[in-house]
């Protein structure tokens, strides 16, 4: 099965945008749900995780206090609040599952095609 991805789009700095994960193929309530984002020419890095029972949240310091990670059970979904967005956050942005949050890139898998989130004036 496979997560997907929606919400991106064109911001302008100072912006908002709200992602979403999810899947209608499984329950992800078993697993933890971490956001990764590529920008061109660089390394897929990991932006935020939550864990299964969402009462645990993690953060790359570049968005700490900009970014918010939760989870609705019912929805099967997990979002990703961006808030004050830099031309910085420019991105493909990705969500994968895992056992726990803060494992290895290649403990990760399930992943979702991506959305382009572009923060331009």
């Known amino acids: 099965w496979q997560l997907v991805e929606s919400g991106g789009g064109l911001v302008q700095p100072g912006g908002s945008l709200s992602l979403s994960c999810s899947t209608s193929?499984?329950?992800?309530?078993?697993?933890?749900i971490a956001w990764f984002r590529q920008a061109p020419g660089k390394e897929r890095e990991a932006v935020s995780c939550?864990?299964?029972?969402?009462?645990?949240?993690t953060y790359t310091d570049s968005v700490k206090g900009r970014f918010t990670i939760s989870r609705d059970g019912a929805a099967n979904t997990v979002y990703l609040q961006m808030n004050q967005l830099e031309r910085e956050d420019t991105a493909v942005y990705y969500c994968?599952?895992?056992?726990?949050?803060?494992?290895?890139?290649?403990?990760?898998?399930?992943w979702g095609q991506g959305t382009q989130v572009t923060v331009s004036s």
């Open positions: 193929e499984f329950t992800l309530e078993y697993f933890a």
């Open positions: 939550i864990s299964d029972n969402g009462l645990r949240s």
């Open positions: 994968a599952a895992a056992a726990a949050c803060g494992m290895d890139y290649s403990a990760h898998g399930h």
